[in-house]
């Protein structure tokens, strides 16, 4: 198991795999900030609205993302600072309306009056500061944790790697209806939830392999799973 995992994670985890993934919209932030043209808080903001969205067809998360960033002028902080937000109740993604999205932005502005960023926040407090959710200690928090991971990975392949203070080892798995799928077939759980308690018995799993880096085996089970389900929807991350 340990040399297919490995094997599968150093085929999946590059570039060349997320070109059409919510991940490129704070990828490309870091990278402006990188040249001095944006902010941590402009990747922050990126993230969080990528994340938000981050289910159903790739295609569909890239194209709304896009709406949701034009709607920004390409510009998150200064569009989150300013207190304008679009807000209507007509659809942004799917179920995810503009005044969803309104609302997150309303957080937003909240939280960055009081602190410069969102890297200290637990995934409860992220959930309900942030997403505006109910507390729930035992939900799996996949989009949040799919920000966490590509905010703190810093390998410099696909994640970004730009919150400094936190590690990669402690890291959980974003566990979606995929990654759960595949981690059964691999045997890896029995369990039937997709809640936390099964993200953490599949991130402990994965320590094993990648003790500092548990979320490498993110990309393992991604790339096995669309090699060996042949699934129709293989195009679709939820």
Not at 32 to 52: M, N, P, R, T, Y
Not at 180 to 198: E, F, P, Q, V
Request: proline residues 4%; positive net charge; aromatic residues 10%.
């Amino acid at each position: 198991m340990k040399e297919l995992l490995t094997k599968y994670a150093l085929r999946y985890n590059r570039p060349e795999f997320f070109e059409k993934d919510p991940v490129i919209f704070p990828k490309k932030f870091a990278k402006l900030s990188h040249e001095g043209k944006a902010s941590l808080q402009d990747v922050e903001i990126a993230a969080v609205i990528a994340a938000h969205l981050a289910w159903g067809r790739r295609n569909m998360i890239v194209n709304n993302c896009n709406r949701a960033f034009d709607e920004m002028q390409w510009q998150p902080y200064q569009y989150i600072m300013e207190g304008e937000w679009r807000n209507e109740r007509t659809s942004l993604h799917r179920t995810v309306k503009w005044c969803d999205f309104a609302e997150i932005c309303s957080r937003l502005r909240n939280f960055y009056m009081q602190c410069d960023s969102l890297e200290s926040l637990t995934p409860d407090l992220f959930r309900t500061e942030i997403y505006g959710q109910k507390s729930n200690p035992k939900a799996a928090n996949k989009k949040i944790h799919l920000l966490r991971r590509w905010m703190i990975r810093d390998d410099g392949i696909v994640d970004l790697g730009v919150w400094k203070n936190s590690s990669p080892a402690d890291l959980i798995i974003p566990l979606d209806v995929h990654v759960h799928r595949t981690a059964t077939m691999l045997g890896i759980t029995s369990r039937k939830s997709t809640d936390l308690s099964t993200a953490l018995e599949i991130t402990s799993f994965l320590k094993e392999i990648f003790p500092t880096d548990p979320c490498k085996g993110d990309f393992a089970l991604f790339g096995y799973g669309i090699t060996h389900q042949k699934e129709k929807n293989y195009g679709i991350v939820c």
